[in-house]
């Protein structure tokens, strides 16, 4: 049998990351796919079994090769770094410590290739500055920790993939960002991701920055023919399946509709607002074009409900899903 070993970062402390890390791996189907394996603290996750009532066992290893991967039992590479009274759902400087080295830790493993995927909880940006690591969020720190140049954020949804140009930039900035190079690298690395997963030609729709995609210039000042209209003659030049720019009032229908397997947003709301419309409990961050493959949660820490039992893991399922069918199978001895 071949299951991929899938390291799960627990995300910040204070927040539902535990929670939805024990609740994801009390069920059968993440066993029967994958060999996870936790980045985090045992004693946070214990309280977690205690809280969500999913009786497993939590059992500390040193590596990936010392674990068992047993129903019933959640093996984690504890980092012993969060106190014991540490109270859920406040924002802590020790919890934003504590995420950042569970993802440290889990990056020096992906690119040892002793794991072969990374599965993210949720982490909180605030907690992350406290401790002193300025990145707005886990994509930008995981191209540092990689020494990767640029990556991109795809969310997927059921029915609905969409991929940024820019992510985390206001959006008069996001615009002037926005160029040809970088939308093309930005398609391009969305259609390797698709092709990779199984679509052998997908359909790429590229959304338009100005209402109604410009509409001839009647709209903006013409950034849609002078940013996109050249990446898009590039790509189909070179036999890719990228049409626009496309109004992004519609485009999103059409993609859930089966018109398209990849929409690009050109920034964070544009793309982030359809997707958790369509599927906020089971939406799924993928990052491309790191060296390593990592999925995550589409959604936060939650504070409000952390610590209650109430999260929901269908995200966590679903990016464990994504993360095994994006990893390359390992033989298990």
Known sequence: MERPIVGITMGDAAGVGPEVVVRALADPDVRRGSRPLVIGDAERLRRAVEITGTGLTVRSVDGPEDAAYEPGTVDVIDLDCIPADLPFGELSATAGEGAYRFIERAVRLAVDGRIDAICTAPLNKEALHAAGHRFPGHTELLASLTGTEEVSMMLSAPKLKVIHVTTHIGLVDAVERIEPGLVERTVRRGHATLVKAGVAEPRIAVCGINPH?????????????????????????DGIDARGPLPADTVFFRAVRGDFDLVVAMYHDQGHGPVKVMGLEAGVNITVGLPVIRTSVDHGTAFDIAGTGAADHASMLEAIRQAVELAPARSES
Do not use: D, M, Q, S
């Open 213 to 237: 995609a410009g509409e001839n210039g009647l709209f903006g000042h013409g950034e849609e023919e002078a940013k996109i209209v050249p990446a898009i003659e590039r790509l189909t030049a």
